[in-house]
């Protein structure tokens, strides 16, 4: 018969490298904040575009077609699709990964802010990018008969597929990580 294992006793002498090494890990969560202020500074970039598209879909709206309407319309959707995406990596990046944001004395922040655990954040990633492929293909469908390429097409329906495809994937990955764990659904 086997001996059962000795219980681990930590090297006091190591101990205090290893609380050191322990503390400068941890706090290497703070190199993220840079990061996460760039995507502020992007959406702010994000929003002088928005704004110039607007100004152009407004210049042209009075002699467009309808098809140019909404063409210009689902312009202005994928670019606020966008940033709705760089506020939910700001959001629940930070609140994930570097520290928690105290909504306590901000009673009109949504709720989600909060609350998007990892997984919730991939789901709404790639919700949100099938959405913007979603739009890029109903632009390139609007304006067929102005510019019909065939192979342009072929390339925006089948991304648009792999994004929905790995949405799904990832969608049931979570649900049977969630069931094999005894938890709840990740996936409503």
């Not at 006793?9 to 190591?14: E, F, K, T």
């Not at 105290?102 to 949504?110: L, S, V």
């Not at 709404?124 to 390429?149: E, G, H, Y």
Request: glycine share 6%; proline share 6%.
């Amino acid at each position: 018969m086997s001996e059962p294992p000795a219980p681990y006793r930590p090297n006091p002498v190591l101990k205090p490298v290893e609380r050191v090494i322990e503390a400068i890990l941890f706090n290497s969560r703070w190199l993220m904040a840079p990061f996460y202020i760039g995507l502020v500074v992007s959406l702010f970039v994000l929003l002088l575009k928005f704004l110039m598209i607007l100004w152009e879909f407004i210049l042209h709206a009075p002699g467009a077609k309808e098809t140019d309407i909404i063409l210009g319309v689902l312009s202005l959707i994928d670019v606020s699709l966008v940033g709705n995406l760089i506020v939910i990596v700001v959001f629940s990046g930070y609140e994930n990964f570097v520290s928690r944001i105290d909504a306590g004395g901000h009673p009109d922040w949504p709720d989600w802010m909060t609350k998007v655990d990892f997984a919730g954040l991939k789901q709404k990633l790639l919700a949100s990018i099938v959405a913007i492929s979603a739009i890029q293909v109903l632009k390139a469908f609007m304006n067929i008969d102005a510019a019909f390429d065939a192979t342009k097409m072929i390339w925006l329906v089948g991304v648009h597929l792999v994004f929905v495809i790995s949405a799904l994937l990832l969608a049931l990955s979570d649900r049977w990580g969630a069931e094999k764990s005894g938890g709840d659904s990740a996936v409503p």
